[in-house]
């Protein structure tokens, strides 16, 4: 199964999900965004791949926007060169209104994360031949007052639903693509990930690692990013470049 039917095939579950205070509204980018978000899986998400980079949930001024993962919107159409229509999620938050390609925002976390691999592989054909840059949960979740609320944030009786369809779905697309190597951006993603593959790497048939988020909210991001990053897969033995 194609990376584009697995992932159409959470949207409707997805869609279905009813989450209560303090989420005011729910933005599914794999709906209103998924011209572009096809676009990337069709471009970039295609064969096995060496290395699969897995962040948390979509930004408001990345993902949200464009429906690419970390999706910066000017990474998204000067380095990614994707192009599509972006509508609008069923509930639009007048704070955080979705502009597609046309926002003049940028996101940090993605600017940071799109400009280290441009720097280091030139070309977005040659980052994708071994690694693939995704999500663990494609909703983002804002609050009344339109603040960005983290999927460890909601209550446990919404997370249990919503884990359980995106465990499923990272697990079949980590089958389509094969990695051996499976990075946690942050903290989050990596629990995550050691918790739905334990098997596989008990069995040692996957590893893990883990790489600092790019958000400007960590200080440490904030004082040089991108030599954190080189830093953390230098350490794993993963060839940058």
Known sequence: MSLTKIVASIVPELDGMVFTSPVECVYNPLGYAWDLHRQYLERFGRGKKKVVMLGMNPGPFGMVQTGV????????????GLRGKVGKPNVEHPKRPILGLESPRSEVSGRRLWGWAAQRFITPQRFARRFFVYNYCPLAFLSETGSNLTPDKLK?????????????????????????????????????????????????????????????ASPAANKGWEKLADAAFADLGIACG
Do not use: Y
């Not at 910066?72 to 380095?79: L, M, Y």
């Not at 639903?161 to 990075?183: G, K, T």
């Open 69 to 80: 993962p970390f999706g910066e919107v000017e990474a998204v159409r000067s380095w990614l």
């Open 156 to 216: 446990r009786t919404e997370t249990t639903p919503l884990f359980a369809a995106c465990d499923r779905m990272l697990r079949q697309v980590i089958a389509e693509l094969e990695p051996e190597w499976l990075i946690g951006i942050g903290a989050f993603a990596e629990t995550r990930i050691r918790q739905i593959f334990a098997n596989e790497v008990a069995s040692g048939s996957v590893r893990v690692g883990r790489m600092p988020h790019p958000s400007p």
